[in-house]
């Protein structure tokens, strides 16, 4: 028994060893101030309010949490989250904002995308499309997007647009485009041709800012799919491609 006691202790020690070399490294660096933006309208999902505390206790990053209710539509949620981001004291040494969906999951080193220093990027996220499962991440192709496809795991990739469900932006992006930031490209009849988040991405670009995507932090909103119509459009794809050899 005073052997295993004496194991027991002694991989205490080794662990309290390392996490002091940890902690003391993390010191030596300076911490990232990021801004976590979060606009709902009352429901955050589960798997975002687990990342909080990681986020909080992670001691590369001094992260500051923004959860915002009640705006509509999500532009003005979007606005209000970078005028606080710009405009408020408590945030002004944040470098970095991370604007994510409440209904988005994804990894809890979302924050390792600041280490890029990238002026716009987003993280990996998957979309259904005619029954098939493709990423957000396009390039202009006439008048509108396509999906880039296929993709490399964990690879950087510079896109023309892509989803603001889960995007890190940096402080001096903003100084650089028009207000209001966010908002829906409408017709003469008020329908909306272009959603809030392509349309910051084309001002992006407008104004020659990259926007980058990388594949190895993979997020998803949480939406329900159905298997049978992947199934039967998998089907139909491979019968034309058989077709075609």
């Given at each position: 028994m005073s052997n295993t006691n004496g194991e027991h202790k002694q991989k205490n020690d080794e662990n309290e060893a390392i996490q002091s070399l940890i902690e003391a490294a993390c010191e030596e660096r300076p911490k990232i101030p990021i801004l976590v933006g979060i606009p709902h309208t009352g429901q955050i999902r589960a798997e975002l309010g687990v990342n909080y505390v990681q986020w909080m206790s992670d001691l590369r990053f001094e992260a500051h949490i923004l959860p915002l209710p009640g705006f509509r539509p999500v532009t003005a949620a979007r606005n209000k989250i970078v005028k606080i981001f710009l405009e408020d004291p408590l945030y002004k040494e944040c470098k970095y904002l991370l604007m994510i969906d409440s209904d988005m999951s994804g990894p809890a080193n979302l924050l390792e995308l600041s280490f890029f220093n990238k002026p716009i990027i987003g993280a990996f996220?998957?979309?259904?499309?005619?029954?098939?499962?493709?990423p957000l991440a396009l390039k202009r192709q006439g008048r509108g997007y396509s999906n880039i496809t296929p993709l490399a795991a964990n690879e950087l990739v510079e896109v023309d647009a892509t989803?603001?469900?889960?995007m890190m932006i940096r402080r001096d992006v903003f100084a650089k485009l028009e207000k209001p930031y966010f908002e829906y490209l409408m017709d003469d009849e008020g329908l909306v041709q272009l959603g809030n988040d392509f349309y910051f991405c084309m001002k992006a670009k407008m104004a020659g800012i990259p926007i980058h995507v990388h594949t190895g932090y993979v997020t998803a909103h949480d939406q329900l799919v159905d298997i049978a119509d992947l199934y039967f459009a998998q089907l139909k794809e491979e019968k034309e491609r058989a077709r075609k050899n």
């Amino acid at each position: 028994m005073s052997n295993t006691n004496g194991e027991h202790k002694q991989k205490n020690d080794e662990n309290e060893a390392i996490q002091s070399l940890i902690e003391a490294a993390c010191e030596e660096r300076p911490k990232i101030p990021i801004l976590v933006g979060i606009p709902h309208t009352g429901q955050i999902r589960a798997e975002l309010g687990v990342n909080y505390v990681q986020w909080m206790s992670d001691l590369r990053f001094e992260a500051h949490i923004l959860p915002l209710p009640g705006f509509r539509p999500v532009t003005a949620a979007r606005n209000k989250i970078v005028k606080i981001f710009l405009e408020d004291p408590l945030y002004k040494e944040c470098k970095y904002l991370l604007m994510i969906d409440s209904d988005m999951s994804g990894p809890a080193n979302l924050l390792e995308l600041s280490f890029f220093n990238k002026p716009i990027i987003g993280a990996f996220t998957l979309m259904v499309k005619e029954s098939r499962i493709v990423p957000l991440a396009l390039k202009r192709q006439g008048r509108g997007y396509s999906n880039i496809t296929p993709l490399a795991a964990n690879e950087l990739v510079e896109v023309d647009a892509t989803g603001t469900g889960c995007m890190m932006i940096r402080r001096d992006v903003f100084a650089k485009l028009e207000k209001p930031y966010f908002e829906y490209l409408m017709d003469d009849e008020g329908l909306v041709q272009l959603g809030n988040d392509f349309y910051f991405c084309m001002k992006a670009k407008m104004a020659g800012i990259p926007i980058h995507v990388h594949t190895g932090y993979v997020t998803a909103h949480d939406q329900l799919v159905d298997i049978a119509d992947l199934y039967f459009a998998q089907l139909k794809e491979e019968k034309e491609r058989a077709r075609k050899n």
